[in-house]
């Protein structure tokens, strides 16, 4: 007779399972319009029976034990995030109760021996696991949040690890998982089980993307972290880089291949959306009522205002004919023609939601043809659209200044023999024109010709080495003019290669590479919360600041998979936060650094009132969040009151995850946070180009 325990534990077991179907059912249906019924993503886990939590907790405590006992090396140091990942992926499961499956909670247990491995391989000063073919799972530090993150990688069984000759390289982007936590993620990964391609001579490699966000956000900037974690151990041809994904993937294909377009030798999103507005009304049924800003804001990923972009690589957009995400590719197929371009959509015959294998066959053959013909030649042309000073760069034209941020600025260029440059511009306020090391395509002897938007402008000669770099200013009558220096520049964490380092701000405040807002674009770099070091007299304020802090905290584990870092108001700061995004929490009176700063800032914020040009707000039930160059270091960001700005509404549905609020915001606390804001939002909006109230 089976035990009366192990039934109830069966009949638990089937009923959470049908529980978690039905959630899944119920995913991008009208259940998930009510915005005062929301169900929780990640969703509750399944119970694990106490005997496994006790050996997983056993077998957290040992692998723990060894990492820390790793002497430091040189090999600890680059590869310990091989082993951390396995560590953390059971520890967050067990701590948040994300193990959704019992399969996940067997695989637990194996992924901490593979830890104590890996752990003892460090131990020897060896890392062999870099050396392995097939599928295999890898991890790395993120230096947005200091958080271990994984990603996967698929390395072909013939690959020379000693050869000097580079591979194809494809990004693969993984669908929607609202139960996809990272001991899910690994266990796909080691399995192999997930990945729908598998070209000759490449490597894939899986972004997790910190969980289930269409990569955006700190979800993109994990492409370019894991990337160049990766390139340290494999060969990459950057000529050869592809950008693919089906899904949610597909829509992640569209925004890295409209706003990094210069770096791909081919795109090819599957399904997935491509803007916002169209999609949930098509497939969530959804008419949408955004306040101004949010719909302006809707321009950061909609990657139909950016089409044209799109012309600088290859494009190839599959869809099944019966499949409702089909609408994404019709979009861009759109947004295309009246950019002056087609783009090629391929369509799987009466196929749902997945790739028709005629059509993939048919997708591999034109990508291989892409890849075999691709070189390093500079290209004689580009055309360039941004809404944002974030994505500023295209091939060796750089927009270093805008009209005003989220309108649309172009710009395109051409190479004109024998020695001459044309650049046409709209909504540019300055530019650099920047050919590295080889890339200068004329005679060395000649001075280049520039002419832009029709001024001549005659410039130095090209260095030997055939680099030769020139910025551009538009005068106050719009006239063209050299500008001796480069503008001060960021590299940012999404900088193709480069890890984030701040340069030199320059004299005057302005909105410029990696400092334009709004608020969601602080948690793309390096950030620190800061709590307050006092209470508010204002009891709504105190009780808000106390709730919406712990929210922040809690929220951007449960979606960014990463522990906040945490400091308290008015304490030194340890010398490697310094130079990170300082976001405060509470008024002048809770938090000193709050009431050291506001003289410094466009807006004014006292015991009585919230002052923002010529309007006033009473202090006692409203609060302020904000976003502005630090004015104790120009480089970083100070933020206000506020996380990332989407919330619990807007899980639901990843087209929803657009930013909700925009520079600046007010808000009235009579109005209690719920799943779409963090109060009423009673005034808000954004700077303007010199950081000053429009």
């Not at 040189?74 to 994300?98: F, N, R």
């Not at 050299?482 to 520049?489: L, Q, V």
């Not at 984030?500 to 770099?525: C, Q, V, W, Y």
């Not at 002048?588 to 919230?610: F, G, T, Y």
Request: hydrophobic share 35%; aromatic share 10%.
């Amino acid at each position: 007779m089976v035990p009366h325990s192990i039934m109830m534990r069966t009949a638990l077991s089937t009923l959470l399972i049908l529980c978690l179907l039905s959630a899944t059912a119920r995913g991008d249906g009208p259940a998930d319009n009510i915005a005062t019924d929301v169900r929780p993503i990640p969703p509750l886990g399944i119970e694990v029976p106490p005997e496994k939590v006790q050996s997983l907790q056993t077998g957290l405590k040992s692998l723990r034990a060894q990492l820390d006992a790793l002497e430091p090396s040189p090999t600890v140091s680059d590869y310990l995030p091989d082993a951390e990942v396995c560590y953390k992926a059971v520890h967050d499961a067990l701590e948040y109760g994300e193990f959704f499956k019992p399969g996940e909670i067997d695989f637990a247990a194996e992924l901490l021996k593979l830890g104590e491995a890996r752990a003892k391989h460090l131990a020897e000063g060896k890392a062999p696991w870099t050396r392995e073919t097939g599928n295999v799972f890898r991890g790395y530090r993120s230096e947005i949040d200091g958080s271990i993150q994984p990603y996967g990688l698929e390395i072909p069984s013939g690959y020379d690890f000693d050869s000097p000759s580079a591979m194809r390289l494809d990004f693969w982007f993984h669908g929607r998982g609202e139960t996809l936590s990272e001991v899910s993620f690994l266990q796909q990964r080691h399995s192999g089980r997930g990945g729908k391609i598998s070209p000759d001579n490449t490597i894939v490699l899986h972004p997790y993307a910190r969980y289930s966000n269409a990569n955006k956000f700190a979800g993109e900037v994990d492409l370019f972290e894991a990337y160049r974690h990766a390139a340290r151990d494999y060969r990459f041809d950057p000529n050869r880089i592809l950008v693919r994904g089906f899904s949610m993937g597909g829509a992640a294909c569209w925004q890295f291949g409209v706003h990094h377009s210069g770096n791909w030798a081919a795109v090819q999103p599957g399904a997935g959306f491509s803007e916002t507005p169209d999609f949930l009304k098509t497939f969530q049924g959804e008419t949408l009522t955004p306040a101004p800003w949010e719909e302006k804001l809707w321009r950061w990923y909609d990657a139909t205002h950016w089409a044209s972009n799109l012309t600088n690589t290859a494009t190839i957009a599959y869809s099944g004919e019966i499949d409702k995400q089909k609408q994404a590719a019709v979009m861009m197929v759109a947004a295309a023609k009246e950019e002056g371009f087609d783009l090629l959509h391929i369509i799987g015959p009466d196929t749902a939601h997945k790739f028709h294998p005629d059509s993939l066959a048919e997708i591999e053959s034109r990508l291989s043809g892409i890849v075999a013909n691709q070189t390093a030649a500079t290209p004689p042309s580009l055309r360039f659209v941004t809404y944002t000073l974030r994505y500023n760069r295209m091939h060796w034209a750089r927009v270093d200044r805008i009209t005003e941020h989220w309108e649309e600025s172009r710009i395109e260029a051409s190479l004109v023999p024998p020695h001459g440059i044309e650049v046409k511009t709209n909504g540019v306020e300055a530019f650099s024109l920047i050919f590295e090391s080889g890339q200068w395509p004329f005679d060395l002897t000649a001075e280049p010709v520039i002419t832009v938007d029709g001024i001549e402008l005659r410039l130095h000669r090209p260095k030997s080495d055939r680099s030769w770099e020139a910025s551009f200013a538009k005068g106050d009558k719009g006239s063209w003019k050299s500008n001796p220096t480069i503008p001060g520049e960021r590299k940012l964490l999404t900088d193709w290669g480069s890890p984030a380092s701040p340069t030199a701000a320059p004299n005057t405040l302005t909105k410029r590479h990696g400092l334009h807002g709004p608020i969601d674009d602080a948690f793309m770099e390096p950030f620190i919360f800061v709590a307050p070091d006092a209470e508010s007299s204002h009891a709504s304020v105190a009780a808000w600041t106390t709730a919406e802090f712990s929210r922040a905290k809690t929220h951007w584990r449960k979606h960014f998979r990463g522990e906040a870092r945490v400091r308290k108001s008015g304490v030194e700061p340890p010398a490697e936060t310094k130079n990170q995004n300082q976001v405060l929490w509470g008024d002048p009176e809770s938090n000193s650094e709050i009431a050291r700063l506001m003289p410094k800032l466009p807006v004014s914020w006292d015991e009585k009132n919230i002052t923002v040009g010529d309007q006033s707000f009473d202090a006692k039930n409203h609060t302020l969040a904000l976003i502005y160059p630090d004015p104790e270091n120009p480089n970083r960001y100070v933020v206000l009151n506020s996380g990332f700005t989407y919330r619990d509404y807007d899980y639901l549905n990843n087209a929803r995850q657009t930013p909700k609020l925009p520079d600046w915001a007010v808000i009235n606390l009579d109005e209690a946070p719920n799943a779409r804001y963090p109060g009423k939002i009673v005034a808000a909006g954004f700077f303007d180009e010199n950081w000053k109230l429009k």
